[in-house]
């Protein structure tokens, strides 16, 4: 979908459900260049009353944050994709990696995506974050509009 006001593609699910890994691989086999803009690239931007909160990665866990996210985005050509992942591998892949607090994933994971209303969803504990990757291409580059944020708003 190429128009004016470019494409955004909003990737949401639990912490170590592989988002930066999908993006890294989007960002790879897309055409036109899409930046990172993930909420951990801007948290330290915030006013310190902010920054005594956990720090919950890119996802949206508050209701406040899927408002703003529906009322900024569901006028745009904005695509809404899951992430899942069973918990257990949420929690394993937590585990293995030393920049996690663990308990994040647990947290978050009836959270995240209890919305359940997405332009796409994937799965990384059974695709690979390329194959997630091209997935979404194939979503973006249909003739098939973004939905997900218009019926958001009208819930």
């Known amino acids: 979908m190429n128009t004016e006001n470019g494409t955004i593609i909003i990737l949401n699910g639990t912490s170590s459900s592989r988002k930066t890994s999908i993006l890294k691989a989007l960002q790879d086999i897309m055409d036109e260049p899409y ?4 909420i951990d690239k801007f948290i330290w931007v915030l006013p310190d009353r902010y920054l005594d909160r956990p720090l919950w990665d890119d996802v949206l866990v508050e209701d406040t944050w899927w408002q703003g996210c529906i009322e900024r985005f569901s006028k745009l050509p904005a695509y ?4 899942r992942c069973p918990l257990e591998v949420l929690e394993e892949r937590e585990k293995s990696r030393r920049n996690r607090t663990l308990g994040q994933a647990h947290l978050q994971f009836d959270i995240v995506l209890g919305r359940g209303i997405y332009d796409l969803e994937v799965d990384t504990s059974i695709l690979t974050a390329e194959e997630c990757a091209k997935s979404i291409k194939e979503r973006i580059t249909s003739e098939e509009p973004p939905s997900a944020l218009k019926i958001l708003a009208r819930i």
């Open 80 to 83: 809404l994709i899951g992430i």
């Open 35 to 38: 930046m990172e803009a993930g």
